[in-house]
């Protein structure tokens, strides 16, 4: 259950496209949930895949799906870089980064915004997102749109794509080993 709901919620990650994917899993308990983290990584982690959970109440896990050398690549850029280091992020570090957001999402009774990040997304969109509270976008997909809304819609639909194909693939028996690329 937890393989299929990566595919279905990470597959842009599993393949190299994308920096990081988020899903929700409410439908294992607890230990059962780490459990399967444990065993997943030993098996992704060669691939350059590392799944952790993010927060987890008593009936919910909310699961990162990343990809390390991409990311850190990715908080490196100078406009990334500002918008974490203006809201108190080691920026310099993204495993510190991640574990930052970790506690965030733990401590703050809202989601903090700057997740976009995380997963790749433009910096001016959550930067937009961020200062314009969430209003005023172009468009809406993936994520909300206000910086370069042509270029966004073919990722958007690249995404979709790559989610169709590997959702097939997966139902006739691919594993995921085979599903996720190499980095």
């Known amino acids: 259950m937890l393989e299929e709901m990566m595919v279905k919620n990470c597959a842009p990650t599993l393949a190299g496209i994308k920096v990081g994917s988020l899903f929700n899993c409410n439908c294992l308990s607890g230990r059962d949930v780490f459990d399967r983290i444990r065993v997943l990584n030993r098996r992704l982690l060669s691939h350059g895949i590392r799944i952790i959970p993010l927060t987890s109440s008593c009936n919910s896990t909310l699961i990162y799906v990343y990809r390390p050398d991409k990311l850190t690549w990715y908080l490196a850029q100078d406009d990334v870089k500002a918008i974490l280091a203006d809201l108190g992020y080691p920026a310099e570090d993204a495993d510190l980064c991640v574990r930052t957001l970790s506690d965030r999402l733990y401590e703050q009774d809202s989601f903090p915004h700057e997740i976009g990040l995380f997963l790749g997304y433009p910096a001016e969109d959550v930067k937009g997102f ?17 910086g370069d809304e042509k270029a966004a819609q073919e990722l958007f639909a690249k995404y979709r794509k790559c989610t169709d194909i590997y959702c097939r693939l997966y139902e006739r028996g691919s594993s995921l080993e085979k599903l996720t690329m190499t980095a």
């Open 130 to 146: 961020i200062e314009n509270h969430a209003r005023g976008c172009k468009c809406t997909g993936c994520w909300k749109v206000y």
